[in-house]
């Protein structure tokens, strides 16, 4: 096996771009890498564009058609990956066995990690230009939501791989504080129950706007418009991760992990508890504090002794009694 190859930094600038490449403990946000085939429809180009749109500015969109089968081979992926630090791919194709595919691809240290297809009904496609009406701004969150029973299924299916593919492309960065008036859009993707014929789904996406409106009391009435794009998705082919390597990309540096320090927990509030743990105590060896009106009296200590004297005595039964002074009156 081959020593990997280190390169050494001959500059600053050379030295920060390496440093900014190598792992973080706190990563970057996902960039998006757009491409497409040699041969794409003028559906799953607009739904490419509308896609791009959201992402922004996280995204970077190839214009040049890119000859690759990402199921086949997928150097050319990888190498796109490494040279525009981008670790998530969306790849338009269009042909005859597979019309308006996007396949979804997620990479790990510039190699492919997992990926999906999915194919876009070109019957229900609408544009975001097709709905005339205000478009959430550039760089936003979006909330996320996710209808079906598929998405929350134990096992790993092509479901819960479409949810946790969503989820990287769109969270966006990692904020410790969010306003309330950045919440803008909704995107919403629902899946239907598997019907007994073995036909898979499909996934459907729909995009809302968030309005506000007054209302007589503190809390305002929430409406949501549709802005677009309405997608709807068949799923694919799927190829999962490896095992190893999806362990190597789940693992957490040990800086980033809270120490745990012995007999301390905090609920649920918020509060700091501590347990804290004593040895057995002998009451009887308890030392109290004196006062005069809490000694015994000598008349009380002299009747306790009497009536300890009377339990101890034998008393004789009612029969014994009786035939006790029979015999003495004889």
């Known amino acids: 096996m081959l020593p990997i190859r280190q390169v050494k930094p001959k500059n600053a600038r050379t030295k920060r771009f390496l440093d900014n490449k190598a792992p973080q403990n706190t990563e970057n946000p996902r960039t998006t890498l757009f491409l497409k085939y040699s041969s794409t429809s003028e559906v799953v180009q607009l739904v490419l564009t509308d896609l791009h749109a959201l992402k922004r500015p996280l995204a970077v969109k190839f214009s040049k058609k890119n000859p690759i089968h990402p199921f086949e081979d997928a150097t050319s992926l990888e190498f796109f990956s490494e040279k525009n630090d981008a ?36 019957e229900t496609v609408r544009t975001l230009s097709q709905f005339k009406n205000e478009k959430a701004r550039v760089g936003l969150k979006p909330l996320l939501s996710f209808s079906g029973s598929a ?36 995107m919403n993707f629902s899946v239907e129950e598997e019907e007994n014929g073995g036909v898979k789904p499909m996934i459907r996406m729909r995009c809302y706007l968030i309005r506000t409106k007054k209302t007589n009391s503190n809390l305002p009435k929430v409406e949501l418009e549709e802005m677009g794009p309405r997608l709807d ?3 694919g082919r799927v190829k999962e991760a490896d095992p190893d390597m999806l362990k190597e990309a789940m693992r957490k540096p040990k800086s980033t992990e809270a120490k745990t320090r012995k007999n301390i927990e905090t609920d649920i509030i918020g509060d700091k508890i501590g347990r804290i743990h004593v040895g ?13 009106g809490l000694k015994r009296s000598r008349d009380v200590a002299d009747d306790e002794e009497a009536f300890a004297g009377a339990d101890d005595m034998e008393i004789d039964s009612p029969v014994e009694t009786d035939k006790r002074m029979r015999m003495e009156v004889s």
């Open 87 to 122: 670790s998530f791919m969306v790849y338009a194709s269009h042909a005859k066995k597979r019309p308006h595919c996007l396949t979804l691809v997620r990479l790990f240290d510039s190699k492919i990690l997992d990926m999906l297809e999915l194919l876009v009904d070109p």
């Open 280 to 292: 057995k105590q002998d009451l009887a060896q308890l030392q109290t504090r004196k006062m005069k």
């Open 151 to 186: 998405f929350d299924s134990p096992t790993v299916n092509a479901y819960t791989l479409a949810k946790s593919m969503f989820l990287d492309m769109f969270k966006g960065p990692d904020v410790e504080k969010l306003d309330v008036e950045g919440l803008q859009y909704i």
């Open 233 to 235: 998705f068949r799923v």
